[in-house]
């Protein structure tokens, strides 16, 4: 039987657009997953150069790299400097009433 062969899929080589980069996240955030949002934010910060999100953001690269790392836990305010510095912007929407059965 012949080996597969796979090579490393990196979702920050393909987030060319504001609008890709939105659409990631958006798509992170409606799973309500911490986690997985921290990790969105450090594809997309690693798509438009982490070096640069960090400075707009007011941040230290590596803290920026921790922070946003699988082991971290950033604070909400570094969150919401990080989205900024990405020119990206959260939203709230209601959640839709779920029908009794």
Partial sequence: MAKTITTPWDPADH????EDMAAYLEAALEEGDATLVAAALGDIARAKGMTQVARDA?????????????AGNPEFATILKVVAALGLQLHATPVAAKSAA
Avoid: F
Wanted: a positive charge.
């Fill in 15 to 18: 987030l060319q657009t504001n």
């Fill in 58 to 70: 007011g941040l230290g690269r590596e803290s920026l790299y921790k922070a946003l790392s699988p």
